[in-house]
């Protein structure tokens, strides 16, 4: 596995993954239509609008494996005053699922973290009923700090945990277990 800083020309790679993670994992939870429609051009803009953006405060690191993108991650450091760095998306194909792709992208980010915002707490939203991402997370150490409704590109909405870390170091560790 090869892991290394997205560039723009990657956008409508991430994109694609983002779009087919969505399909997979977020039925029920975001409207059907989105998913079977235009959820694709739908992350491609947003990928290409982030991507010629990216500055310094931000890291979007892939997983390969050849020519295949395996996983993606992420990351806003000190993004909010209150809640510290955030973890906007982590997505592995499902190709590549339960094989630590996503174990080893939050360990990336986690080094990351520590080493430019060591003193920001790290935090994410998921979906409460995506369980599965749930019980990764809480597996990383992290803890359920409370729910809200939140809209999603799709128009719906659902309600979504925060999730934090209160140090990056604890990420770290937990991820090198």
Known sequence: ???????????????????????????????????????????????????????AGKLVLLAEEGTNLAGFICVTGNEDVLWGSYIDNLHVAGTHARRGVGRALMGHAAKWLRDSYSSTSIYLWVMRGNDRARRFYEALGAANVGERSLLDPGGGSALNCRYIWRRPEDLVQACDR
């Open 1 to 55: 596995m090869n892991f290394r800083r997205a560039e723009a020309c990657d956008a409508d790679r991430i994109a694609q993954l983002h779009a087919e993670s969505w399909r997979r994992t977020y039925r029920g939870m975001m409207r059907d239509e989105f998913l079977d429609g235009d959820v694709v051009t739908n992350r491609c803009h947003a990928w290409r609008d982030l991507m010629s953006t990216v500055g």
